[in-house]
């Protein structure tokens, strides 16, 4: 067997650990938020020393991990479409194992393995590191599961795995878990309390990515702007912590610049906010540092305070104003996105003109909308009936895309004749003569590829635009290459 050495990241302890020869191959297919697209990244890390290869084939498959989300039932649906394709696999390979990770499985635990009889183990967020234990129980030919939530467990200390990399931008997790408890959200349940993750190790990664060429990363955690490192535990007991920790404490601010600092040639993005949480420090960093993308996903999920109230979101409706403003005046040039939620419990029309009024008051640059889907173990799903009809919620959810339509046309066009940076991520989705890339501001734009090479920070000429995407001609390289 050939061996590996890894850093622990505590401290400079090194262990050496035998690396089995790999010879087997993992599939692992992803839905949901970012952070499970980063989660597998893990996994597969995991078990690239359990002697496992990732491939993109299906049929080759030794082992086929899903990693799943719980936020909506659609996201449910899509999953159990995808088991009836593996299970159609697993008839001509029946020695294929097949897993099941994530949200979906810390929600379902061994009612999963009831219901979905090809099902081999279910595994939540925090027991990857079982991986191996769990693996070596299905080949006894026993059905394994470790749903077990953790106050510690961060990964902090995995080198992931990045799949299906374009090498040029990455996820770094810094939180896992939540203490909100919004009414509608399952995430609490599925990834318990909120920790964070040693910012020296966070950094280590940073270096990491840039040493290897990446030129962009995404902080990412269910709510990025409550990260607290105080040496270590959830935050729900930082009042319990010494004097000495609370003076050294790690705020969210204080890690982005940590991270701008540690490479100032790096573009550093983050996701997702939440309005109670997102602090002026948070915004006057972001300003400070130019490598800082000037964009925030600031989730609002309703206009109406009386549905904010219901939803437990710990902001009203003028607060909510109060925070665009400082976001606006301290950086002008600041691109803002948001998340709606469509026919909440008792939603009146009201509540939802006032959401429609919030939508025009702000003006987001895009967003993602959704109608309201109940999820069993939530506040909400326990003690609310989910009482607006079908054909309420589509009409709804369509005036708010419609809506929502318009203000990206109008938010677009304000880049028209400017020059704009962009990162050059990967070929036009509509033509292989022009490469695409993004904004600062998270706008994706496209231009003619001439001699620039994927990775290039190119100054863009943007002379025209969809709703949606900027287009234009590459003036040169930026000076921040």
């Given at each position: 067997?050939?061996?590996?050495?890894?850093?622990?990241?505590?401290?400079?302890?090194?262990?050496?650990?035998?690396?089995?020869?790999?010879?087997?191959?993992?599939?692992?297919?992803?839905?949901?938020?970012?952070?499970?697209?980063s989660?597998?990244?893990?996994?597969?890390?995991?078990?690239?020393?359990?002697?496992?290869?990732t491939?993109?084939?299906?049929?080759?498959?030794?082992?086929?991990?899903?990693?799943?989300?719980?936020?909506?039932d659609k996201?449910e649906?899509t999953?159990?479409?995808?088991?009836?394709?593996?299970?159609?696999?697993?008839?001509?390979?029946?020695?294929?194992?097949?897993?099941?990770?994530?949200?979906?499985?810390e929600?379902?635990?061994?009612?999963?393995?009831?219901?979905?009889?090809?099902?081999?183990l279910?595994?939540?967020?925090?027991?990857?590191k079982?991986?191996?234990?769990?693996l070596?129980?299905?080949?006894?030919?026993?059905d394994?599961?470790?749903v077990i939530?953790?106050?510690?467990?961060?990964?902090?200390?995995?080198?992931?795995v990045?799949?299906?990399?374009n090498?040029?931008?990455?996820?770094?997790?810094?939180?896992?878990?939540?203490d909100?408890?919004?009414t509608?959200?399952?995430?609490?349940?599925?990834?318990?309390r909120?920790?964070?993750?040693?910012?020296?190790?966070?950094?280590?990664?940073?270096?990491?990515?840039?040493?290897?060429?990446?030129?962009?990363?995404?902080?990412?955690?269910?709510?990025?702007?409550?990260?607290?490192w105080?040496?270590?535990?959830?935050?729900?007991?930082?009042?319990?912590?010494?004097?000495?920790?609370?003076?050294?404490?790690?705020?969210?601010?204080n890690?982005l610049?940590?991270?701008?600092?540690?490479?100032?040639?790096?573009?550093?993005r983050?996701?997702?906010?939440n309005?109670?949480?997102?602090?002026?420090?948070?915004?006057e960093?972001?300003?400070?540092y130019?490598?800082?993308c000037?964009?925030?996903?600031?989730?609002?999920?309703s206009?109406?305070?009386r549905?904010?109230k219901?939803m437990?979101?710990?902001?009203?409706?003028?607060?909510?104003?109060?925070?665009?403003?400082?976001?606006?005046?301290?950086?002008?040039?600041?691109?803002?996105?948001?998340?709606?939620?469509?026919?909440?419990?008792?939603e009146?029309?009201?509540?939802h003109?006032?959401?429609?009024?919030?939508?025009?008051?702000?003006?987001?640059?895009?967003?993602?909308?959704?109608?309201?889907?109940?999820r069993?173990?939530?506040?909400?799903g326990?003690?609310?009936?989910?009482?607006?009809?079908?054909a309420?919620?589509?009409?709804?959810?369509?005036?708010?895309?419609?809506?929502?339509?318009?203000?990206?046309?109008?938010?677009?066009?304000?880049?028209?004749?400017?020059?704009?940076?962009?990162?050059?991520?990967?070929?036009?989705k509509?033509?292989?003569?022009?490469?695409?890339g993004?904004?600062?501001?998270?706008?994706?734009?496209?231009?003619?590829?001439?001699?620039?090479?994927?990775?290039?920070?190119?100054?863009v000429?943007?002379?025209?635009?969809?709703?949606?995407t900027?287009?234009?001609?590459?003036?040169?390289?930026?000076?921040?290459?």
């Amino acid at each position: 067997m050939e061996k590996t050495i890894d850093e622990t990241k505590q401290g400079q302890t090194l262990i050496i650990n035998p690396r089995k020869e790999n010879n087997k191959k993992l599939f692992i297919e992803s839905y949901g938020c970012a952070m499970n697209f980063s989660d597998s990244e893990i996994v597969a890390s995991i078990l690239s020393n359990e002697g496992f290869n990732t491939t993109q084939n299906l049929e080759d498959a030794d082992l086929v991990l899903v990693n799943t989300c719980s936020i909506r039932d659609k996201a449910e649906q899509t999953v159990r479409k995808r088991l009836e394709k593996y299970n159609a696999v697993k008839r001509i390979n029946p020695k294929m194992k097949v897993g099941v990770l994530g949200c979906m499985a810390e929600r379902l635990k061994t009612k999963f393995l009831e219901e979905e009889k090809i099902v081999d183990l279910v595994v939540g967020p925090d027991a990857y590191k079982d991986l191996p234990n769990l693996l070596a129980e299905v080949d006894k030919g026993r059905d394994a599961i470790n749903v077990i939530l953790s106050k510690e467990e961060t990964y902090g200390d995995i080198s992931p795995v990045r799949l299906n990399t374009n090498g040029v931008t990455a996820f770094v997790s810094i939180t896992r878990g939540c203490d909100n408890m919004c009414t509608f959200c399952v995430v609490p349940f599925t990834r318990g309390r909120e920790r964070s993750r040693d910012p020296q190790s966070i950094i280590e990664e940073v270096n990491d990515l840039w040493s290897k060429g990446y030129k962009e990363i995404t902080l990412l955690g269910q709510n990025v702007d409550s990260y607290l490192w105080y040496g270590g535990g959830l935050k729900k007991d930082f009042n319990k912590a010494s004097d000495f920790q609370k003076a050294t404490a790690v705020n969210f601010a204080n890690l982005l610049e940590l991270c701008a600092k540690a490479q100032p040639k790096m573009r550093i993005r983050f996701s997702t906010s939440n309005p109670q949480d997102l602090t002026l420090d948070v915004i006057e960093t972001m300003a400070k540092y130019d490598n800082i993308c000037k964009h925030i996903h600031l989730p609002v999920q309703s206009g109406s305070d009386r549905i904010l109230k219901a939803m437990n979101r710990l902001h009203t409706r003028e607060e909510y104003f109060e925070l665009i403003d400082n976001i606006r005046r301290i950086i002008p040039d600041c691109s803002i996105s948001q998340d709606l939620i469509a026919g909440f419990p008792t939603e009146t029309e009201q509540d939802h003109r006032d959401t429609l009024s919030l939508m025009e008051r702000v003006k987001y640059n895009f967003g993602y909308m959704y109608m309201y889907s109940e999820r069993p173990g939530t506040m909400a799903g326990r003690n609310m009936e989910d009482d607006i009809p079908e054909a309420t919620k589509k009409r709804r959810l369509a005036e708010i895309v419609s809506l929502q339509r318009e203000h990206c046309e109008l938010k677009t066009k304000e880049f028209l004749n400017t020059t704009v940076e962009v990162l050059i991520e990967r070929e036009s989705k509509k033509s292989d003569a022009e490469w695409s890339g993004r904004t600062s501001q998270n706008v994706v734009a496209v231009f003619p590829k001439e001699n620039y090479k994927i990775g290039d920070l190119v100054n863009v000429h943007i002379s025209d635009c969809t709703s949606a995407t900027l287009i234009g001609m590459a003036t040169g390289l930026s000076f921040n290459n």
